[in-house]
């Protein structure tokens, strides 16, 4: 009772605004500190992260939420899922001797001598919330290793109800899709999506049969094949989940749907769409919990100067910040880390996204629906009627969406937005191809940031070694045989194998100058403009790219793929 007299202590003194409220709900629950605890999540007393961490604290141990460190496969399997559900607890990690063990009662001595007989090892206790604890088991021990048993039930289930390519006349497909054996089977797959931080699950058919492919920091790689009635029953489930008309298999449709797994609350974006051998459905993950640490600018691997020069240009009260890159290249995250960066109680932040990744607290967030008409420019102006600070557009994409972002600009408005080009100075020339005349592009155009996301080595099988001539020679001007060291990734189970883990980004910054406004002016060509930004000191994506590689973030081959040539720079001198 003691550490729970602790916790309330240390609440009170959090929120004293709400003692009264702590106090009634203390005495009724301080029996049951995981009912407490879970009774202020849901009351929101503190953010839950804050409430674990200071249950932690009076427990005297550490609080590790086990949903957001990737958890190695030698790890999470030395603890049989029997007994992590019995137990309520998961391997995390293991030092030499010693197991971090995740657990709802780090202080049960009891337990603690368990699971040390069972794993040989010494274990360093961990406080998890018992919710996440649950979550995880399913995410590591519970899904993956059933897909196989899941398939099999399904497979026996189908006979006369599914053929090829869509479901028999005469089949209830309510009965089909809610089948526990078909909704295990899909979160089986999502489930492996997560634990492998992918970004989209693809349901793909073929000639013979399907597959399910999903993209891993980046790229495609295939998870299981499938028979078709499988594929087509798990599509109608995506459909019966987003609301689409099952029985429409030859036009493409679009929706959304979200589940939840314990504390793991997640959105999807869906699409569908015919193929030569079937529908395809690919699944967006959206807002995956595993990438809230990212929404900072701290944390997205900003060279020091351009992270200073970003925010510079978001302190000012006006004027547009262009993120620009292809789809999938973390935009959209640094507007986010850029909104975090400047959210204050004295500010009205507003978006407009097309869709909504993640849910923000303080600002408020608009999704586009094309469908009803409800456009990025519609949205806009409606927005400028209601007295905003800071806009977050998606997506400048006409040239109506253009015209009133520039105007808000010029109107004392903070505008971030992103465009699709491939480099950063591009992007002022495509406003005015787009039809925004230069006079108003030029003043308005604060800082235009360029950015691709490349494979980060994985830190449990990174090695070191000596580069090659041939390797360095097409990225280094004047090389001369310099020795240089990189790093590459051996395989392991945390990465599967890639050696690979995780994504960060490489950037190229470009503060708009007053010389550059008026080669924008001017309509001045963009090699013009990309020398003037020289002259002051820019540096290309592959530069930042290069920095990388050398101080072993990722590779030269990742370098390489995703970004065009330049001139190189001297790995010594840089």
Known sequence: MSNVSEFLAAVRLQVPAQTQLINARAELLQDDPMRLLKDFMDRSI??????????????GVAYVSPMTVAIPTDSYEQLPVEVARRVQAIALNSIGDTVTVAMVEPLNT??????????????????????????VIDMYLGHEGNIAANLLTVCEQLPGMIGAREIKKGTDVADLVESKAVIELLNSIILTAYRRRASDIHFETRAEDSRVRMRIDGDMQTIMDLPRSVHVTLVVRVKVLCQLDVAQNRLPQDGAFELNFGTLSTAFRVSTMPSLYGEKAVLRLLGSPLDQSMLSLDNLGFPRSALEAIKRVISRPNGILIVCGPTGSGKTTTLYGCINQINRPDL?????????????????QHQVNAGIGLSFARVLRSIMRQDPDVILIGEIRDLETALIATEAALTGHLVLTTLHTNNALQAVTRLVEIGVDPYLVAPTTMGVLSQRLVRRLCSSCKEQYQATEQELAPFFSGYEGIPVTLCRGRGCPKCFGTGYSGRVGIYEFVEVSEKMRELITEKQSVALLIE???????????????????????????????????????????
């Open 46 to 59: 503190l953010p839950k992260g804050r409430l674990c961490q200071l249950w932690a604290d009076s427990l």
């Open 110 to 135: 009891r337990q603690i001598e368990s699971l040390s007989k069972i794993l040989g090892k010494n274990i360093s206790p961990v406080f998890s919330h018992p919710e996440e604890i649950s979550t």
């Open 348 to 364: 009205n932040i507003t978006t407009i996204e097309d869709p909504v990744e993640y849910r923000l607290t303080d600002i408020t």
């Open 532 to 574: 003037e930004a020289k002259r002051v000191g820019h540096h290309s994506l592959r530069y930042d790219g290069l920095k990388k590689a050398l101080i072993g973030w990722t590779s030269l081959e990742e370098v390489e793929r995703s970004t065009l040539a330049d001139v190189g720079f001297n790995p010594i001198e840089s």
